[in-house]
């Protein structure tokens, strides 16, 4: 199988744009603050956080504290999300620049793209980079016939994020395993796998990414580390810092063409691209 495909994986939230939680929760009419004590004490608790806020939200709609929150509602806040600098066709800009290689044209060697986040898939798609990605993967809600969510369709923790990795290393789509979750776990021959491990980049700023960063990173793939511009505090950047976690970063949240950021990333997808096309001429 011609392995070609440079998988750039992104969080989402603190990663390409501001949190997308925090900014329903406020659309909400709810106190952010206050939302996310309580849901610290019930993580505290022994609830998994993305169970507890969706679940919190939900019962304070269904007690009718808060309106209804609708599959609308979801893309409206998504589409409306202003996504950080070079986000919209950094992308398309390591493509282009892939293109203008002769050897990486003749290798086929392209870039796709990916969301896995622990935030609303709804809201994810709808943002300005959503529309973009290959596929995006994130946490679902089950809608009544009016467009209300009414339960947790799916949740995505620390560790569930690293089934997305598998799945994406096995060509598996986000509809296929939808369909079938189970297929992650098929027995795929290395040399079948359409995205190996050591073709991937995975970009991520705060705790919920470090098990993507070191799945990746032990199977010869690169982490690259991002700190949001409104994380004035530095407390996630510290904490990724931390344990050698990270193959390069962290670097602020700016994809523009002139930044730390680019220039590292375009030189990682490069480097891939090189190996590439070594591995095809033996």
Not at 164 to 175: D, H, L, Q, R, T
Not at 176 to 194: G, I
Not at 198 to 218: N, Q, R, T
Not at 222 to 231: L, T
């Amino acid at each position: 199988m011609a392995q070609n495909v440079i998988a750039v994986i992104c969080d989402c939230d603190g990663t390409l744009c501001p949190d997308t939680a925090s900014r329903l929760v406020s659309e909400l009419g709810l106190d952010p603050q206050k939302f996310w004590r309580e849901v610290a004490g019930l993580v505290e608790g022994g609830w998994d956080p993305p169970l507890a806020w969706l679940n919190k939200l939900l019962d304070l709609a269904r007690s009718g504290q808060i309106k209804p929150i609708t599959r609308q509602k979801l893309q409206d806040i998504g589409r409306s999300m202003q996504c950080y600098a070079g986000t919209s066709d950094f992308v398309e800009r390591l493509r282009q620049r892939l293109g203008e290689n002769v050897e990486f044209r003749d290798a086929d060697v392209t870039v796709h793209w990916y969301i896995v986040s622990s935030g609303i898939e709804e809201i994810l798609r709808a943002t300005p980079v959503g529309a973009l990605a290959t596929d995006v993967f994130g946490c679902e809600l089950e809608y009544d016939g009016a467009g209300n969510a009414v339960a947790v369709k799916g949740a995505v923790s620390f560790t569930e994020k690293t089934k997305f990795i598998f799945a994406i290393n096995k060509g598996i789509s986000g509809e296929q395993l939808r369909r079938n979750p189970y297929r992650v776990n098929d027995a795929l021959d290395p040399a079948d796998r359409p995205v190996p491990f050591e073709h991937m980049v995975y970009i991520g700023d705060g705790p919920s990414d470090i098990p993507c960063f070191s799945l990746i990173k032990a199977q010869g793939g690169r982490a690259i580390g991002v700190m949001p511009p409104e994380d004035l505090k530095l407390r996630r950047p510290y904490e990724l810092a931390e344990g050698k976690r990270l193959t390069v970063g962290p670097y602020t949240a700016d994809y523009g063409d002139t930044s730390d950021l680019f220039k590292m990333l375009w030189r990682i997808v490069e480097g891939i691209a090189d190996s590439i096309v070594e591995k095809r001429a033996h």
